[in-house]
């Protein structure tokens, strides 16, 4: 079929065939045609690993799947700040996809953390659109160089669990432009994944499924998507106006119903022929580029992707705390391992990511395979619930023993899943009582977590010498933690979301999740260490914040401008050991006429350095991502000025500021009757033409700055009311003419 155009194909097919193309043949797969030799082909789950299911099919990861690599979910693959490391895991999911036989892999997702309550923010990758979009573009690369292709998902606005499949994300123009659509842009720009996934929920009152604005508009003509848009599954409630509005395919199949409803509608002329076409053929596109890459031989190394699996958790562990330097553990320290968790792993989230891996390590083994010992272990608690004091004691005694306690403590797999949202930030009760109790017999504790969203640490975080943010870390995770926990891997992980003192400091709080099927995005545009740095709130632990077994210096930076910027400095490992350091760039406008978050990341980079090593880095800044959206011209602009230049190890850890000055995009903002005063005089040569003329028809033109000031705000339609003898004809008029002067 690939010696022929799709459009070629489509004008062979019936309507009806032509119908049958745009939505499922069954769960996961597209309907074939065969007479024109168009075969099916599988779609399946798999931000982190290959979900095929061989038998009944389900997007809530209730039925069985072949096995396949579990590597760490989204939260950890953020923190590693590392988009060749994305590349290479996108890489080793596309080569698996490949060798099961799967077409597009539906992943990955890169919606904005907008709160730590969502469910599904394990699948996430961060609460910062640029760091989202520059890993979620090399996790499309690495997929996509395997012939496999991605699906970007979900677009848009999809930042909730509660009431998802209806609910209306009411925000506004600039947070939508700024924070919510900024990634997906990148993405589409960067990488042109085969395949954009649209969200169940509505934006402003319209589902995403059925609106012309986001699919065709932006995603097509402002940001040049070529590929396929395909429904999430379920998510389409008129296929008609699906498909007008640019929604592609269909998941999965209706057995025909919605088929027919579109034959139905082109044949009545409400839908144009052509629009139908267009759909087919980007199907038998997307069918074409899968076939050309398959290959019935193709198999994978589980070993290889083991040992990646491992190295890519190790680069996502961010150590938050090391009083002491407590860590890393000689292999020799008398320790005691304490909490079911490390026995037991949780390494994955729950839904429609829900892999089977191939093998599964945890944290217990490992940590005795690399010591050489049989360490001590005690539970602590129950993963079921049914603790008992018992277990509290025999962890107690564990500790007291020892010279140094390990607990794993994390949020239970019921509490964290797709398809609900959590209630609080909390560890259970159970566990935070078994560290009090531990901490009394022996004060020398390391925490190691285990969560697929942030948790509240602020009740024991300054009474825990060592704290080691393990979130999910997929199959190999275990190993990947007792490797951090005895150096063997210097971590360098950094957080890509903000760790708060209390719930009700996080910025969504007041409007989280919303009521009768609508959710304001009432923050704005301050989300995440956005609206911390704004509010001058202390955190737990910023954004970008991560220890290493090593410290880092920087020196010497500057900044160059050629349109884009690009700024310089000098990192020197100043240590007793090799480790990795994240040099974060952000910039601020403090002069802006619109209002900002006090810096925002625009660039990163990881460098890798031996003790006593320097490196001289170079981070680039896209003019692009200098710009916001302005809602009076409804498009980007980079504003003129002085911009703060921030270079650090956190938000909150700035080791270098310089200040560059920027060139402002001209903006023309023609003059209405509704224009106010002030904005007048914002157009110096507007203004001279206009209060000349008004000083020539009789009124005053000398006025004092004070009162200028104080009318600032005045509509220049009103201002007749107050010169003698001026109509509103006459200032309209004058308001031509300026236009036309500019």
Aim: with cysteine; net charge negative; proline share 5%.
């Amino acid at each position: 079929m690939t010696d022929r155009s799709p459009l070629e194909i489509v004008a062979r097919l019936t309507v009806e065939e032509r119908a049958s193309l745009t939505s499922g043949l069954d769960f996961w797969h597209t309907e074939p045609i065969a007479r024109e030799n168009i075969p099916s082909i599988m779609l399946t789950d798999g931000p982190h690993g290959v979900r095929k299911q061989t038998a009944e099919g389900d997007h809530l990861g209730l039925h069985s799947s072949v096995p396949a690599t579990c590597f760490p979910p989204a939260v950890a693959l953020g923190c590693s700040f590392d988009p060749e490391l994305l590349e290479r895991v996108g890489a080793a999911l596309g080569e698996e996809a490949r060798a099961l036989q799967v077409g597009v892999l539906l992943g990955p997702g890169i919606n904005i953390k907008r709160s730590p309550l969502c469910g599904r923010n394990f699948e996430y990758l961060s609460e910062d659109p640029l760091l989202s979009g520059v890993l979620g573009a090399a996790l499309v690369h690495g997929m996509q160089s395997q012939g496999v292709g991605a699906s970007l998902k979900h677009f848009a606005a999809n930042n909730q669990e509660t009431d998802r499949m209806r609910v209306s994300a009411d925000v506004d123009p600039r947070p939508l432009r700024e924070i919510y659509l900024r990634a997906f842009e990148r993405v589409v720009r960067d990488a042109q994944p085969w395949t954009v996934m649209c969200s169940y929920n509505r934006i402003n009152g319209v589902y995403s499924s059925r609106n012309p604005w986001l699919l065709t508009d932006v995603l097509r003509d402002e940001w040049g998507f070529e590929g396929l848009v395909v429904s999430d599954w379920g998510a389409v409630d008129d296929r008609v106006a699906s498909l007008a509005a640019g929604l592609d395919l269909e998941m999965p199949s209706t057995g025909g119903r919605t088929d027919a409803e579109i034959v139905a509608a082109v044949r009545a002329g409400t839908v144009d022929e052509s629009v139908l076409d267009t759909a087919a053929a980007r199907v038998i596109e997307l069918v074409q580029k899968a076939v050309a890459a398959s290959d019935p031989r193709a198999t994978f190394d589980a070993d290889a992707h083991h040992a990646l699996a491992r190295e890519v958790a190790g680069q996502s562990i961010v150590l938050l705390r090391n009083e002491n330097d407590l860590l890393p553990l000689a292999t020799d320290a008398n320790i005691a391992v304490i909490g079911e968790l490390a026995r037991t792993p949780r390494y994955q989230g729950a839904g429609s990511s829900r892999i089977e891996p191939t093998r599964l390590d945890n944290a217990l083994d490992e940590i005795r395979s690399l010591s050489g010992r049989d360490v001590p272990f005690a539970a602590g608690y129950a993963l079921d619930g049914s603790d008992s004091a018992a277990l509290v004691d025999e962890a107690v005694k564990r500790a007291a023993d020892a010279d140094i306690a390990v607990v794993f403590l994390g949020v239970p797999a019921e509490l964290e899943s797709e398809g609900f949202d959590r209630d609080d930030l909390e560890l259970p009760q159970r566990q935070t009582a078994l560290l009090d109790a531990v901490l009394t017999a022996n004060p020398n504790v390391v925490v190691v977590l285990s969560n697929g969203g942030v948790v509240r640490l602020s009740g024991f975080a300054d009474r825990v010498p060592a704290i080691v943010e393990g979130w999910l870390l997929g199959q190999a995770g275990g190993g990947a933690v007792a490797d951090v926990l005895y150096g063997h891997v210097n971590p360098s992980g950094r957080l890509a979301e903000t760790v708060p003192i209390r719930l009700e400091d996080t910025p969504a709080h007041t409007n989280f999740p919303g009521e009768h099927g609508h959710v304001r995005y009432g923050e704005g545009l301050f989300v995440g260490y956005r609206s911390y740095d704004a509010r001058r709130l202390d955190v737990s632990f910023p954004f970008g914040h991560g220890l290493s077994y090593t410290t880092f210096e920087y020196s010497d930076a500057a900044v160059e401008s050629d349109g884009d910027l690009t700024v310089h400095v000098t990192v020197t490992n100043t240590g007793g050991c090799a480790g990795a350091e994240v040099v974060q760039v952000y910039a601020g406008a403090p002069g802006s006429s619109v209002a900002r978050a006090p810096r925002e990341l625009k660039g990163f980079t990881k460098v890798r350095l031996e003790s006593g090593e320097s490196q001289r880095v170079a981070v680039s800044i896209r003019r692009d991502d200098l710009a916001y959206w302005d809602t009076r011209v409804d498009s980007w602009v980079v504003e003129g000025g002085t911009y703060s230049i921030d270079i650090g190890a956190s938000s909150r850890d700035i080791r270098q500021t310089l200040t560059v000055d920027v060139t402002g995009d001209a903006v023309r903002i023609p003059l209405t009757m509704e224009s106010s005063l002030g904005e007048l005089f914002q157009n110096p040569a507007a203004a001279e033409i206009v209060l000349q003329a008004f000083g020539s028809l009789g009124g005053e033109v000398g006025v004092d700055e004070s009162v200028l000031k104080m009318a600032a705000s005045m509509p220049l339609g009103r201002l007749a009311g107050f010169a003698p003898g001026v109509e509103p004809e006459q200032i309209q008029q004058l308001l031509d003419i300026a236009d036309q002067q500019e």
